[in-house]
């Protein structure tokens, strides 16, 4: 009993800041709606390169009105605790959306995101909506690889 209450106390003190905690059907309808490409970054603060290249997104983030642009924190299956979470987007003075996902196991939800995933951090999944296009990156990206896959995919 005591479990379930920290998570639930934990997830609306998440919330209740402006952060939002998704499970894997919320996180799929975010992946996979609207009309814009959606980039959507799975990282962890933990992640060295995750961090590295998290001024890209920003960047698209803040140049790109044609992109929605998703932070996916993995930080809940190793360390429920989302208050680190926030400390770091606050330091990190991170402007793009950013979501907790709540799930345990990720063997058991990592092929239902992207079949192709293996797992590793980061990784990146660009997805257009209209055209159905998608395309997953796993490894750090550098200067300039965002922009040439969010063009590789709006074609």
């Known amino acids: 009993m005591s479990k379930y209450l920290f998570i639930c106390l934990s997830l609306f003190y998440f919330t209740a800041r402006g952060q939002e905690s998704v499970k894997l059907p919320e996180l799929q309808k975010l992946i996979n709606d609207g009309s814009r490409v959606n ?24 140049q790109n009105k044609n992109v929605n642009v998703l932070l996916v924190s993995m930080d809940y299956d190793l360390d429920p605790n989302p208050d680190k979470v926030k400390k770091f987007i606050e330091r990190k003075k991170l ?27 980061p990784a990146t999944l660009v997805v257009n909506p209209t055209t159905k296009k998608r395309k997953l990156i796993e490894g750090e990206l550098k200067e300039g690889d965002l922009e040439k896959i969010i063009e590789s995919i709006s074609q």
Do not use: H, M, R, Y
């Not at 992640?47 to 590295?52: A, I, L, S």
């Open 39 to 62: 980039v959507v970054n799975f990282w962890a603060t933990w992640c060295g390169p995750c961090v590295k290249e998290l001024p890209f997104f920003e960047k698209v983030n803040a």
């Open 95 to 121: 402007q793009s959306k950013v979501v907790i996902l709540t799930e345990e196991n990720p063997s058991s939800w990592i092929e239902k995101l992207d079949k192709n995933w293996s797992g590793a951090l």
